[in-house]
């Protein structure tokens, strides 16, 4: 008999975290589902994606996790804001597998299985509507040698110092204090990678984290620039890192 292999999709939407920052609003409900302008932020992305011609996202969660799958279980709840393709949703559900969040790497790490060779990485978190995950993206990474290209955004006021810096060549540069003067910029969070980015000497975790381990995602970030194997760009459209209940009420009254 044929194993029937599952499909992998292009898209991990991270979605996993518990949003400390954002309480007392996370405290029932996880912060991919509150809502920007009428829609959650997770149906954000969605509907850019859909936009994008992609159809089918893998969303990895943990805290409050049911009522994020309950949620996009239920087509009433976000089929009205899509188009009129028919976007397939699956989970890495980190709570009920783990019982904690996984962190940034490790839950990407985690779903590798079920991505394809290229994909995007994408905070469940951030605001960015003039964003386009445009194929093209993917295909210019595929021809290159680097193993991500991370999209990078100006400082806002909460991380004032940036964190990476953006080489003539387009090449990202960690940049320590040794005397370089190379303004940095931040990272908005949004990332093409190709799997090999999580394997030896980059990482060492075994793909599917059967183990369940944390890690975070800046330090193979910082140890494939150190090896010259990540590019980036500088993005200008709208950003909003919505990290606190202040900057989701501004963008809910502008």
Same mark, same amino acid.
């Given at each position: 008999?044929?194993?029937? #292999?599952? #499909? ?48 089918r ?16 279980? #239920? ?30 790497? =490790? ?15 994408v ?7 003039g ?59 949004i990332?093409?990678?190709k ?32 090896? =010259? ?26």
């Open positions: 008999m044929l194993e029937v #292999q599952p #499909q992998l999709s292009k898209i991990i939407i991270l979605a996993a975290g518990r949003g400390n920052r954002m309480r007392p609003l996370t405290d029932s409900l996880p912060k991919p589902l509150l809502k920007v302008r009428g829609v959650p932020l997770l149906t954000h992305h969605l509907l850019a994606f859909e936009r994008a011609g992609y159809e996202a893998h969303i990895n969660t943990c805290w409050l996790e049911e009522k994020i799958v309950s949620f996009y279980s #239920q087509s009433a709840n976000y089929r009205e804001h899509l188009l009129s393709t028919q976007m397939s949703l699956s989970f890495s559900t980190e709570g009920a597998d783990f019982g904690f969040a996984l962190e940034t790497a =490790g839950g990407i790490i985690r779903a590798l299985p079920k991505l394809e060779n290229i994909f995007w990485a905070a469940g978190d951030i605001y960015i509507p964003f386009d995950f445009k194929t093209e993206y993917a295909t210019k990474l595929s021809n290159s040698p680097f193993l991500a290209h991370l999209f990078l955004v100006p400082n806002p006021p909460h991380n004032p110092n940036g964190d990476f810096a953006l080489g003539s060549n387009g090449i990202a540069l960690n940049l320590t204090g040794g005397g370089e003067q190379l303004e940095k910029f931040t990272y908005s969070s990332g093409l990678f799997k090999s980015f999580f394997q030896h000497p980059i990482n060492s975790i075994e793909p599917g984290n059967p183990s369940g381990i944390k890690a975070p995602l800046a330090p193979l970030l910082r140890q494939a620039m150190s090896l =010259g194997l990540v590019s980036a760009e500088l993005m200008t459209s709208e950003w909003t890192d919505v990290g606190t209940p202040e900057r989701l009420a501004q963008l809910n009254i502008s």
